[in-house]
Nanobody, 128 residues
Framework: QVKVVEYGGGSLQAGGSLRLSCVVSGNDFSGYCMGWFRQRPGKEREGVAAIDGAGVTTYADPVKGRFTISKDSDRMYENTLYLEMNNLNPEDTAVYTC???????????????????WGQGTQVTVSS
């Protein structure tokens, strides 16, 4: 049984940093596209970052240079996805969700539209 669980959300002041984690277990997802999308209050869901099986990363423009996606696939049936978020601002306030799929191309937009597995989401709130 596949499980996807996010950790690390919280509340912080603008300019601060936060790291989100997503533990994916139950299958060998090392070759899959993995990433994060978010939903800000009153806004449509939007892709944030994605990483493919080879470790190639792509980012949405609003987070480029501030967010870093990475993953740990050392265990065959357990993968951990990370999202390091720096210099956060109130516009980053959102529910962040981890997503996994074999979608091509592996990028934040595609993964937001197509994802077979996803977590429950974790809230990030940034105050000014």
């Amino acid at each position: 049984q596949v499980k996807v669980v996010e950790y690390g959300g919280g509340s912080l002041q603008a300019g601060g940093s936060l790291r989100l984690s997503c533990v994916v277990s139950g299958n060998d997802f090392s070759g899959y596209c993995m990433g994060w999308f978010r939903q800000r209050p009153g806004k449509e869901r939007e892709g944030v970052a994605a990483i493919d099986g080879a470790g190639v990363t792509t980012y949405a423009d609003p987070v480029k240079g501030r967010f870093t996606i990475s993953k740990d696939s050392d265990r065959m049936y357990e993968n951990t996805l990370y999202l390091e978020m720096n210099n956060l601002n109130p516009e980053d306030t959102a529910v962040y969700t981890c997503a996994i799929d074999q979608v091509l191309p592996c990028d934040p937009v595609s993964l937001t539209l197509v994802h077979n597995y996803w977590g429950q989401g974790t809230q990030v709130t940034v105050s000014s």
